[in-house]
């Protein structure tokens, strides 16, 4: 049998086009131990996370969902009284899949003082009318998972960081993970942002700081369901007519080599995120570039992903 030959991680990150000079920590972890290469960053830096924060908010909203504490069917409205009567006719399963119509994410952001939950929710209040019917199109939504994670403040009855740091985070031992919402933009001891744009301190659509070892911790405590809301939280969405999505809970839906992977990745002004994960292979890759512009993360995905399945 011809031995196949794997790069390296080094090899993987030049390929994509990343310098040695350039600030990334890429990660890759199997059952029983992990592997990881870092550019100017350690695997324990604590770093914005961007959208990664979405299956994070969805995961909190899948244990409030065992608990029988959340019906996904029922309206935003039960929730969320102080926004316009469209709520009433958008589930909380439109919003963990992206199917709310709501009004889209540049509309909102021209309404919004700033970044943080209550303006995003006082934006949402001054629209008339959402964009789509709930149910009808896909439309990735920032203001959805905000409100999605609101709703989780509602029905847990604490704010979002406390609740995720004793339901989710401390369970996992995932010490360097926290929601922040300020009032400082970042965390102490975070590693900075470029300039002039601090991180939003909004939460449920992005508002996580975490480390390396942190997310592929993550990933192996979904691929093993650790939390036991895999089954729930890796579930497909669909509109309301039937039509399939490859969207789950807070995570896109792919496939390589015959194996589902779990994937989605964060952006910020100069930062760019990937996480996915192979459940059937025990897999799980991450990668957090602070200096990053561009698209290069998605060639190196693809190339570890490529590599390890």
């Not at 909102?108 to 006082?122: H, P």
């Amino acid at each position: 049998m011809n031995q196949v030959h794997r790069p390296d991680l080094a090899t993987l990150v030049a390929d994509a086009g990343y310098g040695p000079d350039e600030p990334i920590v890429v990660g890759v972890r199997r059952r029983g131990g992990d592997v990881h290469l870092a550019h100017g960053l350690a695997s324990t830096s604590l770093l914005y996370v961007a959208s990664l924060s979405k299956q994070m908010t969805a995961a909190c909203a899948a244990l409030l969902v065992l608990d029988g504490a959340l019906d996904v069917e029922s309206p935003l409205s039960r929730w969320l009284p102080g926004l316009p009567p469209w709520a009433a006719y958008v589930r909380v399963r439109h919003l963990v899949h992206h199917t709310a119509g709501l009004p889209a994410d540049r509309r909102v952001d021209a309404r919004t003082a700033g970044r943080t939950t209550a303006g995003i929710l006082d934006a949402l209040a001054t629209f008339a009318e959402p964009d789509h019917r709930a149910g009808a199109h896909h439309a990735y939504s920032n203001a959805g998972y905000v409100c999605l994670a609101a709703v989780v403040e509602t029905v847990a009855g604490e704010p979002l960081p406390g609740f995720a740091r004793h339901r989710l985070f401390a369970p996992l031992q995932m010490d360097g993970t926290r929601f922040w919402a300020g009032p400082e933009p970042a965390p102490p001891g975070a590693v900075p942002l470029v300039t002039p744009r601090p991180a939003p301190l909004s939460l449920g659509d992005g508002g996580v700081w975490s480390t390396l070892t942190d997310l592929l911790r993550w990933g192996q405590a979904m691929n093993d369901d650790e939390l036991g809301v895999s089954a729930l939280t890796q579930t497909p969405g669909r509109l309301d007519d039937g039509t399939p999505l490859d969207y789950a809970w807070g995570v896109g839906v792919r496939s390589q080599a015959g194996h589902r992977v779990f994937r989605h990745g964060g952006g910020w002004i100069g930062l760019r995120a990937l996480h996915a994960r192979v459940p059937a292979l025990g897999l799980s890759v991450a990668l957090v570039a602070t200096r990053d512009h561009t698209e290069r993360r998605v060639a190196l995905m693809n190339g570890l992903l490529e590599t390890e399945c």
